[in-house]
């Protein structure tokens, strides 16, 4: 089973970029997206519903669209499809959509930005919380989870270029590792690239084009899975040959054959 999850910043944007020449290129199983932008009904075009995939959209119900929404592509149809979370910011802004197969779900998430000089810091503070007590619940569930997405928290300092300057900064701080580390650590979540890959200096996101040339960035993005997962983990990479947005494609190979 081969996974791609990509923050593409806005589907049609990444599109142009040629986001959808290199995915189809790549014999994925299933495709998250986050953060797409778009609403459901500009999404008909068989451009964005390529025709070897079943396509799932949740743009949440804020009019805002400018930031937002995820999606899931399989070539599998799933046994269900559930979208959000139950809780207010991640069902508004459409942060949530989940797959479920014979014994593993797959998830698009995408965690809400945050900035440390002001509110919205709060907001993603909150959603960290729920989203936490969340997934406590789904452990007593007898399956596999597979969670593909922006995280927004470089976990550890070999994630960011030059930590120590960002100690303050929304994505880095110690409550937020501290919030990764619960996840990895008493609810057994696997970072599944870091399976493959544990060197540093590996990122998924740059603030700009200079920052990129520079190697100069942030890893936002992960598949974290299940503790039954991690023996399963074959392969795995990021994808900097293209830039489709500012963020990078994960790609995860797993052995696993999913089925309905």
């Given at each position: ?27 994925a199983d299933v495709i998250c997206l986050q953060d797409i932008r778009a609403s459901e009904s500009e999404l008909a075009d068989p451009i964005y519903t390529p ?210």
């Amino acid at each position: 089973m081969r996974i791609i999850s990509f923050n593409c910043e806005g589907i049609k944007s990444a599109t142009e970029n040629g986001f959808f020449d290199w995915a189809l290129a790549q014999d994925a199983d299933v495709i998250c997206l986050q953060d797409i932008r778009a609403s459901e009904s500009e999404l008909a075009d068989p451009i964005y519903t390529p025709d070897e995939y079943f396509s799932y959209f949740f743009d949440g119900y804020d009019p805002d669209k400018e930031k937002g929404g995820v999606a899931l592509y399989s070539r599998v149809p799933p046994k269900a499809i559930i979208t959000g979370l139950g809780f207010p910011v991640a069902d508004s802004q459409g942060l949530c959509i989940q797959a479920d197969f014979d014994k593993i779900s797959i998830t698009s998430l995408l965690v809400p930005e945050g900035n440390a000089d002001d509110d919205s810091q709060n907001v993603k503070f909150k959603f960290m919380e729920d989203y936490l007590h969340y997934l406590d619940k789904q452990q007593r569930k007898r399956r596999e989870f597979l969670i593909c997405g922006t995280w927004q928290v470089a976990h550890r300092k070999m994630d960011v270029a030059n930590w120590r300057d960002f100690q303050f900064t929304s994505g880095f701080l110690p409550p937020e590792q501290a919030w990764m580390d619960e996840i990895t650590g008493s609810l057994g979540y696997v970072d599944t690239y870091r399976e493959v890959d544990r060197e540093s200096g590996k990122f998924t996101w740059w603030e700009n084009d200079m920052l990129r040339s520079k190697d100069m960035g942030w890893r936002l993005d992960y598949q974290m899975a299940t503790g039954g997962m991690r023996h399963r983990v074959l392969n795995g990479g990021i994808y900097t040959g293209e830039t489709f947005s500012r963020h990078a494609p994960v790609i995860m190979d797993y052995e696993w054959e999913l089925s309905f």
